[in-house]
């Protein structure tokens, strides 16, 4: 296993910090609700299926703080923590799936649980069976997907889309454990993905332990690595995808779509059916989340800008499906046209959550 993400054992919900990652491997515990939501807003627990999967967690963690003492005081405390969660981060789609899995599992306990123990189980064995469905389903995209890569290739890839930003195994960076696990040989070159650099810190480091061959480049130097025939494939993940394949990733993950379109090297994206908004046609309306401008002008501790300078920091940008070779999922590689491919998808995977 490439990394535990998260963790939920007797009850109590741990993760990796990732804001210390690469140089320090802690986990912390989170304890109450705010814990949680504050988790997953400052990045200690980031990427799209992770962030799911830890709300579904952090929807128990809601209830146990409140220490319930009937069904109904459990399902209030257990919505009520739902609702919280659901305003801490707006772009990755996975965290309102993960969210109404959960409600989901509400309604139906407003029936049948006669305690607030009931209520209990029934929410964890819906959280768990999240948890359990990510690390399958990112098994089954890696398998899919690593026959992109062949012998010798390089291959790019932006932010961190791997263990680190799901349960354990990743999607972009499961196509390439997979391909890694079957022998191919190729190397990595992980953009450092500018402001919060989750392509250095993550990435570099996550490929680096999986001992991937991996070179770390600044973003602004992917067009000159792809000029130098460096680059025969680029496969980064995603955060929400529309029903005609437009989708919403890390900031810069656009400009990378057209620099492969440039020097006609395949561009594909890897998510699972999560990732897919049933309810968004297009990308157009993807909500894109405004960071703090500090994460620009003050990254990492030393001050990189002027003081009371005017920033603009969106966190995430659509690639148009036009720039989209391929999606990886869980179900196959998705081709062109993806309004068909998509819907065809959904239809058969979506039901089997
Ligand atoms: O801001 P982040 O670090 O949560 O952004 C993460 C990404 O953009 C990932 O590429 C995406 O969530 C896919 S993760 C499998």
């Known amino acids: 296993v490439p990394v535990k993400t998260l963790d939920w054992s007797d009850g109590v919900l741990s993760i990796i910090d990732q804001t210390l990652l690469p140089i320090e491997f802690k986990h912390i515990d ?35 703080e409140v220490n319930p003492q009937t069904s109904a005081e459990s399902i209030t405390a257990a919505c009520e923590t739902a609702d919280y969660l659901a305003t801490s981060r707006p772009t990755a789609v996975n965290l309102f799936w993960a969210l109404d899995r959960m ?18 189980k029934g929410l964890e064995a819906e959280a768990i069976a999240i948890w359990d469905h ?3 389903i990112c098994r089954d ?28 195994y990743g999607t972009a960076l499961a196509v390439m454990y997979k391909a890694h696990e079957n022998g191919t040989s190729f190397q990595v070159f992980a953009d450092e993905t500018r402001p919060l650099l989750q392509g250095a810190r993550l990435t570099a480091w996550e490929l680096q332990q999986a001992k991937i061959d991996v070179t770390l480049i600044c973003d602004n130097m992917a067009a000159q690595v792809m000029r130098e025939g460096k680059i025969q494939l680029v496969v980064t993940g995603a955060d929400r995808i529309a029903l005609n394949g437009d989708a919403a990733n890390k900031i810069g993950t656009y400009g990378v779509a057209l620099l492969a379109k440039a020097h006609d090297i395949p561009f594909y994206i890897a998510a699972p059916s999560s990732t897919f908004d049933t309810e968004m046609a297009t990308g157009d309306s993807i909500p894109i989340e405004n960071r703090d401008s500090r994460e620009i002008t003050h990254g990492f501790g030393a001050q990189t800008g002027p003081d009371d300078i005017q920033v603009y920091n969106p966190a995430f940008d659509v690639t148009p499906n036009s720039l989209i070779s391929g999606i990886v999922t869980e179900g196959g590689v998705l ?8 819907h065809q998808f959904l239809s058969e995977y979506s039901l089997h959550v």
Do not use: Y
Not at 33 to 47: M, N, P, Q, S
Not at 143 to 166: E, M
Not at 336 to 341: A, G, K, L, V, Y
């Open 30 to 64: 989170l304890k109450s609700r705010e814990d949680v939501w504050t988790a997953i807003k400052e990045l200690k627990v980031r990427g799209a299926p992770a962030i799911g999967v830890c709300a579904a967690f952090g929807v128990l963690v809601g209830v146990h």
């Open 103 to 120: 409600r989901h599992c509400l309604s139906g306990l407003e029936d049948s649980a006669n305690s607030s123990d009931d209520v209990w």
């Open 134 to 136: 990510d690390r399958k």
């Open 141 to 168: 995209l890696g398998k899919h997907g690593a026959a992109l890569i062949s012998d010798g290739d390089g291959v790019l890839t932006h932010c961190n889309a791997g263990g680190l930003a799901t349960s354990d």
């Open 335 to 342: 081709m062109p046209p993806f309004t068909e491919s998509i």
